[in-house]
């Protein structure tokens, strides 16, 4: 099969190493800048516990020089979405599987709920620009669970976790979502073939949430926020709503918050992506995860205060910082 991996970041650099190592596929990669020419010179890295695992890279800048693919994996930061799919023609036949490993709320959620209606959520899809250059057909919905950062352009440090759950963005398990399973699991990987990845989706974002903006709020890791009684049960406010709102679209949440916190502070002090981004000076994905729940709420007729609260406070510290667009 022929993969792209457009984004060789923390998950697509992972994604993307384990391909080419593996070599049961033809792996390439749409990257830019540094991490672009990191790729031609040093292939594709990734260090766990200090070790260093290698595999030739090709990169290109543009789509256009690899043609179709049979799989094209998109991992790239929420706010970039917008920009690859206008670049994403190229590489999509007729049955090219397009695979999102990406945080939070993707646009093609709301599809075939009458409670949300026709129009895309302007939160992660302002004027239906994604919808239209990635046609629903393509899709193949993906929830990743996987601890790794970049060090340095190029350079993935995995710490833990190597768990893609897939699925149809309709439901079920089709027989390309089994095929794409069998060459993840031959690449080392844990791809779990799931038969309502949206549930997944919602289950994941109930999580991230809270932990990703208090996080970049605070500048504070997981395990500070959840000694705190007072962030903790705002945090527990915030995914009370949220479950709300899942169980109205079908994605209910059989946990309470408090368990879901006993879970992540099994995790250890560790820091939230968000907050990682704060730090990087890097564009936030702040629509994706938070925004586009108080979207949800007002379409569906859930009050929202909590989440509100959280979305204004974390979007004007961006702003301040100049990682979120002003109105």
Known sequence: ???????AGAIGGLIGAH????????VSAVARGQTL??????????RREGVVRTAPARAVADPAELGVQDVVVIAVKAPALAEVAARLGP??????????AMNGVPWWFGHGHAALGEAPLASVDPDGRIARAIPLNHVVGCV???ASATP???????TMGTRLILGEPGGGVSARVERLSALLTQ?????EPCADVRREIWYKLWGNLTMNPVAALTGATSDRILDDEDVRGFCSAIMLEAAEIGARLGCAIDQAPEARHAITRRLGGFKASMLQDVESGRAIELDSIVGVVQELGQRLGVPTPNVNALLGLTRLMAQTRGLY???
């Open 1 to 7: 099969m022929k993969v792209c991996i457009y984004g």
């Open 19 to 26: 391909l080419a190592q593996a070599g049961e596929a033809d």
């Open 37 to 46: 020419a990191a790729l031609r010179t040093q292939g594709w890295r990734v």
């Open 91 to 100: 590489l999509v036949g007729p049955q090219t599987m397009v695979v999102p």
């Open 144 to 146: 990743v669970h996987i």
């Open 152 to 158: 340095e352009p190029g350079l993935v440090e995995h």
């Open 187 to 191: 690449a080392g990987l844990q791809p």
């Open 325 to 327: 667009p002003r109105a």
